[in-house]
């Protein structure tokens, strides 16, 4: 199986912050990554396919980049809305499995 | 607008089984990939089980492989997954999830229900 590994697991930060999250996998999966969105007590939202599309609606201080192995999420300038846990996932196969988390904290 | 609407989530002892469903509206069910995700209390997210649209062929992750089976019925829209043997360590929501923008082989999920709970006591 292909393992995901995300860095940081948590991360604190303030309003207007430049965050970036990184995305490891354990071998080369292309650009067939997503990023997902979830905040307490919610399902999941997707923010991002294929590395760097943004699903329709996203902000766009929100970006994906990488290939291969390695990926990151960038959210350029932190809003209040932000303030969630962030996972990337895979899809290089059907046996899709997520990264840990990163949870973003108020700083 | 797309609406999945899990249920059939319990408290079951150990060993037990359920059956969860996922009521799909909104869109048209038949023509999509559908998978159940979980997330264990205060846990990471885990991709638990997928099907393809015409539910002919199903895929697992190796720890409910053998006591989990994921299925379909078209004609009215449910998605459903049969889990037996329950282990507390399959105590989590469940997620149903809707994938879409898919690669050569596999997808992400664009929607997702809001989730049901299954507690499995030890």
């Known amino acids: 199986d292909i393992q995901m590994t995300q860095s940081p697991s948590t991360l604190s930060a303030s309003v207007g912050d430049r965050v970036t999250i990184t995305c490891r996998a354990s071998q080369s999966i292309g650009t067939w990554l997503a990023w997902y969105q979830q905040k307490p007590g919610k399902a999941p939202q997707l923010l991002i396919y294929?590395?760097?599309t943004l699903e329709t609606g996203v902000p766009s201080r929100f970006s994906g980049s990488g290939s291969g192995t390695e990926f990151t999420l960038t959210i350029s300038s932190l809003q209040p809305d932000d303030f969630a846990t962030y996972s990337c996932q895979h899809y290089y196969n059907y046996f899709r499995t997520f990264g840990q988390g990163t949870k973003v904290e108020i700083k | 607008e797309v609406q999945l609407l899990e249920s059939g989530g319990a408290l079951v002892q150990r060993g037990g089984a359920l059956t969860l469903s996922c009521a799909a509206s909104?869109?048209?069910?038949?023509?999509?990939?559908m998978s159940w995700v979980r997330q264990a209390p205060g846990m990471g997210l885990e991709w638990v089980s997928a099907l393809t649209d015409n539910g002919d062929a199903t895929y697992y992750t190796d720890s409910v492989k053998g006591r989990f089976t994921i299925s379909r019925d078209n004609s009215k829209n449910t998605l459903f997954l049969q889990m037996s043997n329950l282990r507390a360590e399959d105590t989590a929501i469940y997620f149903c999830?809707?994938?879409?923008?898919?690669?050569?082989?596999?997808?992400?999920?664009?929607?997702w229900g809001q989730g049901t709970l299954v507690t499995v006591s030890s």
């Open positions: 909104g869109f048209t069910f038949s023509t999509y990939a």
């Open positions: 294929k590395a760097s």
């Open positions: 999830t809707k994938a879409a923008y898919c690669g050569p082989t596999s997808c992400p999920f664009d929607s």
